[in-house]
């Protein structure tokens, strides 16, 4: 089949089975016909590109990937296509299947393994995409507390989801994402527990974490991780984005401010030289992956065509 045919049926099947569009809509998405539409997801049928996911890249995406595994060194790359759509969840989702699908044949391929969880808006979609499995002896477990008052949004989530649909130990790190000052820091590091669940989360083969974005609200803002004082800082500061619990510059340094190192959880330098697969979701997330990837920790990387595209536009 010639590739723009297939980058067409890919298209129609990501928009048909992940972004929730009727065949109406996709045909006006694509700008043919609602028959065509129709024969294109059946085509991406036929091709085996619809399995429990939807695989296949298009053209564009797939330069993309080429350039950011090229450009950082980075062991593999997925840009997801963009939906165009205008809420921001449509891309949520879309990473999150990509990011499921990666995780479900990582998960299948990986045996008696440690592997260490993050949070956010982008971890919890991967985790609704992420189909049961029977895991071979993996243990999961928080990199960074996740305590918030607004239960509702309570990160704890991330763990337990995916300890449930694994089948899976998890452990949960029962300390807040960061301190309110040095002293509570250091009296919570002085609890026997919290230093015995940070050591065991050092020791984790893989890494699987989010990077949140000044551009676009990060998920430890919005659900009250942080303190309101301690966002509005970075961002006088010129912060673009939170990476392992460090609001980081578009160079990739670490803001200098005694707030910054209120963090209560693993830094980059704790997963440097493992496995560290970072997953973005968001469609302002480029120039936060930019400052994460400058950090050198990151090894695999799955993020939305948008945020892939400023990212490039920006290095």
């Avoid at 049928?45 to 996911?53: D, E």
């Avoid at 695989?55 to 995406?61: A, H, K, L, Q, S």
């Avoid at 895991?135 to 990199?143: E, H, M, Y």
């Avoid at 209560?264 to 493992?274: H, M, V």
Wanted: aromatic fraction near 6%.
């Amino acid at each position: 089949m010639p590739n723009q045919q297939l980058n067409l049926a890919t298209k129609a099947a990501w928009l048909s089975y992940i972004g929730g569009y009727t065949q109406s809509q996709v045909a006006k998405r694509l700008n043919v016909s609602t028959a065509k539409a129709n024969r294109l997801i059946s085509l991406a049928h036929a091709n085996n590109l619809v399995k429990i996911f939807v695989e296949g890249d298009t053209i564009e995406c797939v330069a993309l990937e080429e350039k950011i595994i090229q450009k950082y060194h980075l062991n593999s790359c997925t840009v997801v296509p963009d939906f165009d759509a205008g809420d921001e969840q449509s891309d949520f989702n879309a990473v999150g299947s990509a990011g499921a699908n990666y995780l479900h044949q990582l998960f299948k391929q990986s045996k008696d393994k440690i592997i260490g969880i993050g949070k956010g808006r982008t971890l919890s979609s991967v985790i609704e995409h992420l189909p049961k499995i029977k895991a071979n002896n993996l243990q999961f477990v928080s990199v960074s507390g996740g305590l918030t008052r607004k239960f509702s949004t309570n990160p704890f989530d991330v763990i337990h989801k995916i300890a449930e649909r694994t089948s899976s130990e998890a452990y949960f790190l029962p300390v807040p994402y960061m301190a309110k000052d040095v002293q509570e820091k250091e009296m919570l590091l002085s609890q026997q527990s919290v230093v015995q669940m940070l050591n065991f989360a050092k020791t984790a083969d893989i890494f699987i974490v989010g990077i949140g974005s000044i551009q676009s609200n990060a998920h430890v803002h919005e659900t009250g991780l942080i303190e309101e004082s301690t966002w509005q800082m970075m961002i006088k500061k010129k912060a673009v984005g939170d990476f392992m619990g460090e609001f980081l510059d578009k160079n990739g340094n670490k803001i200098n401010d005694q707030a910054n190192d209120l963090s209560l959880g693993l830094s980059n330098q704790d997963i440097k030289g493992k496995k560290v697969i970072a997953i973005v979701g968001g469609k302002r997330k480029g120039i936060a992956t930019l400052a994460a990837l400058k950090t050198n920790t990151i090894t695999d990387l799955i993020i939305g065509e948008q945020s892939a595209q400023q990212l490039i536009e920006n290095t």
